[in-house]
């Protein structure tokens, strides 16, 4: 179950190889491309146009890369970054497959790094990496990112 606790996890709350299995998964709508397509004036037929999409090398309509990107960071904010102070980089951002419509993804991270501040003691960076998986397990995704956390006040 989860609870706000999630949100409020401090740099000292994590250690190097633990696993979070971000959930629940979300399976994605055409008003959720459409949406996201308008809104960041993402006009390219690929993402909208079914009868340019039959006519492409996956004869369907794709979903928006930068979509799949912002779902997959927004999976994992309760268990990475709810806390967070700011997210300081994302790195390595790998489209690993095609993400359709009616495709459910869901979502994985792995801590990498825990680094306290050596200036401000009060804070320190969390490394990890995500994975994303649409239905049919094949991973579609893959992102390492680092977020500025608190730490615990003793």
Same mark, same amino acid.
């Given at each position: 179950?989860?609870?706000?606790? +999630?949100?409020?996890?401090?740099?000292?709350?994590?250690?190097?190889?633990?696993?979070?299995?971000? +959930?629940?998964?979300?399976t994605v709508t055409d008003s959720d491309n459409n949406l996201f397509c308008l809104l960041t004036w993402n006009h390219h037929p690929i993402h909208s146009d079914q009868e340019f999409a039959n006519k492409s090398a996956h004869g369907k309509i794709l979903v928006v890369?930068?979509?799949? %990107?912002?779902?997959v960071v927004g999976m994992s904010v309760p268990h990475i970054s709810g806390a967070a102070i700011a997210n300081l980089e994302y790195e390595k951002v790998v489209h *690993?497959? !095609?993400?359709?419509?009616?495709?459910?993804?869901?979502?994985?991270?792995?801590?990498l790094e825990v680094k306290?501040?050596? =200036?401000k003691t009060d804070r320190g960076?969390?490394?990890?990496e995500t994975?994303?998986?649409?239905? *049919?397990?094949q991973k579609v995704?893959?992102?390492?990112?680092?977020? %500025?956390? !608190?730490? =615990?006040i003793k």
């Open positions: 179950m989860m609870g706000e606790t +999630y949100y409020l996890r401090t740099l000292d709350d994590f250690a190097v190889g633990q696993v979070y299995k971000h +959930y629940p998964p979300k890369g930068t979509y799949v %990107l912002s779902l *690993n497959g !095609p993400v359709f419509i009616g495709d459910t993804i869901r979502a994985e991270s792995t801590v306290p501040s050596q =200036k960076v969390l490394y990890v994975v994303a998986f649409n239905q *049919n397990d995704l893959t992102l390492r990112r680092r977020v %500025l956390l !608190p730490r =615990k």
